[in-house]
């Protein structure tokens, strides 16, 4: 088992930067890619970005060149660095986390980060 817990988030207006952060713990030595979803109101949640253990990250079209993926496997912490934000950014952002153990696979998910852009 896994347990995600996220901070950051908040209101922000357009053009400004902020950093979501996703602490893991408990089976922490399973831990293989990371990532990112978004999911706004009346959508599906939606990828944003992946890393993998080894640091390879790829991007949602919609979010590359702004914001950047990336994890401190000292502190088992997966971070997205939003700049430029836009009004469309505006969702509840949770990380997930990948985990393998032999030959299963599990995912979990943290419990939400709020993020509003808007002036």
């Known amino acids: 088992q896994v347990q995600l817990v996220q901070s950051g988030g908040g209101l922000v207006q357009p053009g400004t930067s902020l950093r979501l952060s996703c602490a893991a713990s408990?089976?922490?030595?399973?831990?293989?890619?990371m990532g990112w979803y978004r999911q706004a109101p009346g959508n599906q949640r939606d990828w944003v970005a992946t890393i993998s253990s080894g640091g390879s990250t790829n991007y949602a079209d919609s979010v590359k060149g702004r914001f950047t993926i990336s994890r401190d496997n000292a502190k088992n912490t997966v971070y997205l660095q939003m700049n430029s934000l836009k009004p469309e950014d505006t969702a509840v952002y949770y990380c997930?986390?990948?985990?393998?153990?032999?030959?299963?696979?599990?995912?979990?998910w943290g419990q939400g980060s709020q993020v509003t852009v808007s002036s």
């Open positions: 408990g089976s922490i030595f399973s831990i293989n890619n």
């Open positions: 997930r986390v990948f985990t393998v153990v032999g030959a299963r696979t599990d995912a979990y």
